[in-house]
Nanobody, 126 residues
Framework: QVQLVESGGGLVQPGASLRLSCASSGRTFTNYVMGWFRQAPGKEREFVAAIGRSGNNTHYAYSVKGRFTISRYDAKNTLYLQMNSLKPEDTAVYYC???????????????????WGQGTRVTVSS
């Protein structure tokens, strides 16, 4: 089992930055590819970013590319999402997820992830 706990959400103005963290415990963090998803009110959960086991292979949703950066710090068993130039449409509950994949690829499909955190809320509003 893997336990994931997100933190770092909050209320910010448009244009601001936030860094989300996802602390992992349980099984070896480096065994898992990781991802961030979000769910806005009344909408389905959507892919945000993913990272492979080495940290060198990343992928982003078009809507966040160039503004968000996913990274992992394996020594601290922690996944991060640096979010810059936030927009009102980024408002959502953000979830981290862990999945198993051979090699150093990444996963963009929610159903392929095995473990999920409970989410942290991000609100972007003036």
């Amino acid at each position: 089992q893997v336990q994931l706990v997100e933190s770092g959400g909050g209320l910010v103005q448009p244009g601001a930055s936030l860094r989300l963290s996802c602390a992992s415990s349980g099984r070896t963090f480096t065994n898992y590819v990781m991802g961030w998803f979000r769910q806005a009110p009344g909408k389905e959960r959507e892919f945000v970013a993913a990272i492979g086991r080495s940290g060198n292979n990343t992928h982003y949703a078009y809507s966040v590319k160039g503004r968000f950066t996913i990274s992992r710090y394996d020594a601290k068993n922690t996944l991060y999402l640096q979010m810059n130039s936030l927009k009102p449409e980024d408002t959502a509950v953000y979830y981290c997820a862990a999945g198993v994949l051979s090699g150093d690829g990444y996963i963009v499909t929610a159903r392929r992830y095995d473990y999920w955190g409970q989410g942290t809320r991000v609100t972007v509003s003036s």
